[in-house]
């Protein structure tokens, strides 16, 4: 595959377990770069400001890729990458979201912590999709690594699933790029659908570029 | 893979080459199906009414479906089938739409006919994604199977999208299950992303039943 176009997928932290994750979950037509100068987790709006021209260097720094996923649940830098790239480019809350309205009517967000959920209205806002919102839930601050691999964080991640289905969300889309490995246990123990916006982002990614196969 | 759950599409028409389509565009983690007593092409409001039924019962006939893809552009069946199966649901419609917004800040869509544009604004409107349309276009009354199939009918997809680019669209959805082989062409002629919904609506199946490999 080390010849053929791929589908790059940024993560714009630092923190190579993040990455790797994605990694795992998708397959060789996908290469996942992170960036070294980045954050631990994005987390304030001064951290999604700076990565913003980040991705989008990095982005133009690859040989034709085949589309660009920008793997951080505030879309940094997703309307400069556009600019900058002659190829499809997608932000993992705009595809999260997507995908969710796919499946319900209504859908919630869980975030990594309450900082973040103005940021997430405002874009969701601009994007006509916060009618659809059932609510979105922070967490109590946890790191981009501990969303997908602290156990503690497991039992947070149920009960702001509960809250969500309880306000009516018939899907929830995990905030943050790094909560890939806890999708499926916890569609399993809630009982909606539960979207990884960059399993989402791959499935938008994927469909534009030469298919499901 | 024969005993291995899978995802179920409903080609609520009775035309196979249309299945047969997307059949080829998709692996055997899905299982296409058509409906024989459906007619060639879905066109008329009632043929939509009449279809939403037999989805939801051939859907509710498969044995444990991971995930069940409706595949006709005016989602016919969606919620009824949401209330007979267990698992996600998704109609072609909200998740070729979905994954628009994913990909450009306004899109458009080509139709099989003027016919249809009333019925997919109303539908449009309930899910809160009207704002975001450039604009829609009808062919000049075509099937489900020369859409993707006639070489005349392609010069009119090119004029279309021409012209839903000029009205400010950044991605262009296909309004039928049958375009799908047309997607890839029409991408390379008019340079902006084409969205087969068929495609769409599988990346999102498989986001929320195994993920992208």
Same mark, same amino acid.
């Given at each position: 595959m080390s010849n053929a176009r791929r589908i790059i997928v940024i993560n714009p932290n630092?923190?190579? #377990?993040?990455t790797s994750a994605m990694r795992d979950a998708l397959d060789d037509r996908f290469l996942c770069l992170d960036i070294p100068e980045g954050p631990a987790t994005i987390v304030t709006d001064r951290d999604v400001a700076e990565a913003g021209p980040r991705v989008a260097a990095l982005a133009a720094a690859q040989e034709a890729p085949l589309a660009v996923i920008v793997a951080c649940?505030?879309? =940094?830098g997703v309307a400069e990458t556009r600019a900058a790239v002659p190829c =499809? /480019? *997608?932000g993992i809350q #705009?595809? &999260? /979201?997507? !995908?969710? %309205? !796919?499946l319900a009517p209504r859908f919630g967000i869980i975030a990594l912590s309450e900082l973040p959920i103005a940021r997430h209205r405002v874009r969701l806002e601009r994007m006509g999709m916060l009618e659809r919102l059932a609510d979105e839930v922070g967490l109590s601050?946890?790191?981009a690594y501990a969303a997908g691999h602290d156990p503690a964080v497991y039992? #947070?991640?149920?009960?702001?699933? +509960? +809250? %969500? *289905? !309880?306000?009516? !969300? &018939?899907? *929830? /889309? %995990? @905030?943050? &790029? @790094?909560?890939g490995p806890r999708r499926a246990v916890l569609q399993a123990a809630l009982g909606v659908p539960i979207v990884d916006p960059v399993l989402a982002a791959a499935g938008v990614a994927l469909s534009v570029t030469g298919g499901q196969r």
């Open positions: 630092s923190t190579p #377990e993040v649940f505030s879309d =940094p =499809p /480019v *997608i #705009e595809a &999260g /979201v997507a !995908a969710a %309205l !796919a601050g946890v790191s039992d #947070e991640l149920l009960a702001a699933g +509960r +809250r %969500l *289905i !309880a306000s009516g !969300a &018939g899907a *929830i /889309v %995990l @905030g943050c &790029g @790094g909560f």
